[in-house]
C-alpha cells in the first residue's frame, strides 16, 4: 500500500474514531483528520513491532483496518487527555 492509500485509510480510520468517541475535541474537524492520519500509521507500525502482526499492503483487509482505526483512537484519546476534551 502506498502513502496516498494510508492517508486515506487514515482520513476514514479517524472519521470512525471519531463516531466512535464522540465529543468536541480541542482541534475541531482538522485536528481529529490529522489525528487518523497519524493513527493509521502508528496503528500499522504497533501492529508489525509489537502484536508481531504486519499489516497486509492490501487496502481492504480487516487487520489493517482495525490497526488504523485502534491507532486513531489510541492517539484521540492521548490528544484530549493532554489538551483537554471542550473548546471555549
Do not use: C, H
Request: charged content about 10%.
Amino acid at each position: 500500500m502506498g502513502i496516498i492509500s494510508w492517508i486515506i485509510l487514515g482520513l476514514l480510520a479517524g472519521v470512525i474514531a471519531k463516531i466512535l468517541l464522540p465529543g468536541r475535541d480541542p482541534g475541531g474537524l482538522i485536528g481529529t483528520t490529522l489525528i487518523g492520519i497519524a493513527g493509521a500509521f502508528v496503528g500499522g507500525w504497533l501492529s508489525a513491532k509489537i502484536f508481531d502482526r504486519p499489516v497486509q499492503n492490501e487496502f481492504f483487509d480487516a487487520a489493517t483496518w482495525g490497526a488504523a482505526i485502534g491507532g486513531s483512537l489510541v492517539l484521540l484519546i492521548a490528544y484530549r487527555l493532554l489538551f483537554g476534551n471542550s473548546r471555549d
